[in-house]
Nanobody
């Protein structure tokens, strides 16, 4: 079964940057939107950003100006560049691939921002 594999999480000081990547372990055809979600401790999961197949992007208010989502359709890979990180950005970050008949979710990667 194809899985999404995230990488790039870790521990960073406030004000620092991280780049998350997500790619499938096998072939997934016709991916529509690619998304990043996160779940902070004690909070509900929330959408961080999404990018359409054509490259249109949408961001949560907290991500605007600090995070940048991009995708490489030739590699079926999505990225999340995060800058000016804050302690409140600490969360498990999940990538999501939206296809015509459902979604794929990654297992999550931990991002911890220390103050």
């Amino acid at each position: 079964q194809v899985q999404l594999v995230e990488s790039g999480g870790g521990v960073v000081q406030a004000g620092g940057s991280l780049r998350l990547s997500c790619a499938p372990s096998g072939s997934i055809l016709s991916v529509n939107d690619m998304e990043w979600h996160r779940r902070a401790p004690g909070k509900q999961r929330e959408l961080v950003a999404q990018v359409t197949r054509g490259g249109l992007t949408t961001y949560a208010d907290f991500a605007k100006g600090r995070f940048s989502i991009s995708r490489d359709n030739t590699k079926n890979t999505v990225y999340l560049q995060m800058s000016s990180l804050k302690p409140e950005d600490t969360a498990v970050y999940y990538c999501v691939f939206v296809i015509n008949y459902g979604t794929y979710w990654g297992q999550g990667t931990q991002v911890t921002v220390s103050s």
